[in-house]
Each structure stands twice: as C-alpha cells, then as structure tokens.
C-alpha cells in the first residue's frame, strides 16, 4: 500500500517519537481481546463468512474473520485505520492513517505505522500480495499473545478500540472493528 501522504507530517514523527523513548520506562503491559464487530456497508459486494473471538482457555484467545466477495477481482483498495483510547481524548494515543493498501502490499516499508499495524495480522493472514486480490480475505486464529508481543511497549494501558475502514472503487464497503484492552 502506498500512503495518501508521502511522508509523515510532523506531528506523526513527534507522536512517534514520544512513544517509542516513553516505551522503554512507562509501557510494559498485556493485551487482551474484548469484542470485535464486522461491520458490511455494501451487501452486493461483499459479507463476512464469520467475524468472531474465541477463548480457548484463559491464555489462549483468538480473532478470526472471512470475507466473502460477490464482486472480483478487487483491483484498487484504500484502507483507514484508527486507533482511539475509549476513556479519554488524549490526543497522543489516537492514530489516523489512511493507506492504499495495494501499493503499501507492494513496498510495506514505506510506511512504518502501516506496516507496525500489517505485521500485527499479516503471518495469519492471507492478504500477503498486492493486487488483483480474486480470493476471499481470511485472518485465521489471530492470538492475542501475538498482538502483545507486538503493541506492548508502543501503547499506555487503557481501554481502546481500533477501527479498520476498507474502500474499494471509491466506495465505503465494511468495517472491522476490534476492542481491545492493554493493562
């Protein structure tokens, strides 16, 4: 994917910058899945096969997802992410980045906060080539165990709910929103 901005602004660097020197003292916490809700804006296009957690045991629980496409191949797809602390409006910990995800698919390094956000899901995933994408999306088992080893000294402990907007065609078609809790 290829993001809408070149480069990050300012304010993203010094975001950035605070969270990784803040990690090492401040951030040291586990993840845990809440809920998680999959939200289809256009019927004619797509569904999700299953959208769910599952808890195995009380160290053990995992997000898996489906896609079921009516309409392919998806040739142009932008992706926005959100990422919101639930108990207030700190600013700091609230994230907006806005990626075309086939071309960030093609060079993930361009991106540092995308592909941060990629790698959380990208080894249970089946969305690891750039497009045309002429296959349903699947996250499999996605553990919490390894969204923390990935987000446990980036992000203060608190409440949060993280909001995944996908557009194709320049048309809004669902949302997978993901709540999670880090303390």
């Known amino acids: 994917m290829v993001i809408a901005k070149q480069s990050l602004s300012r304010m993203d660097t010094f975001r ?24 289809v804006r256009d019927r004619k296009f797509m569904d999700f096969e299953y959208c769910y957690l599952k808890s195995v045991n009380r160290s053990y629980k995992y997000l898996s997802l489906k896609t ?14 959100q ?24 060079d993930p390094d361009k991106h540092v906060l995308a592909n941060w956000v990629y790698q959380t899901f990208a080894p249970f995933s089946n969305m690891n080539h750039t497009c045309p994408y002429t296959q349903d999306v699947v996250i499999d088992r996605l553990p919490v165990h390894h969204v923390n080893k990935l987000v446990q ?24 929103v993901l ?3 880090k303390a």
């Open 153 to 176: 000294t980036i992000i203060p402990d608190g409440r949060y709910f993280m909001n995944t907007t996908w557009v194709t065609d320049g048309i809004t078609r669902a949302d997978v």
């Open 68 to 81: 079921k496409f009516f309409q392919l191949p998806i040739e142009s797809c932008m992706t926005k992410f």
């Open 83 to 106: 990422l919101r602390m639930r108990e207030n409006k700190r600013i700091l910990y609230n994230f907006d980045i806005k990626v075309d995800a086939c071309k960030f698919l093609r």
């Open 16 to 39: 950035i910058f605070l969270l990784v020197s803040m990690g090492p003292i401040v951030l040291r916490g586990h993840v845990e899945f809440n809920n998680v809700h999959c939200l």
């Open 179 to 181: 709540y999670i809790t």
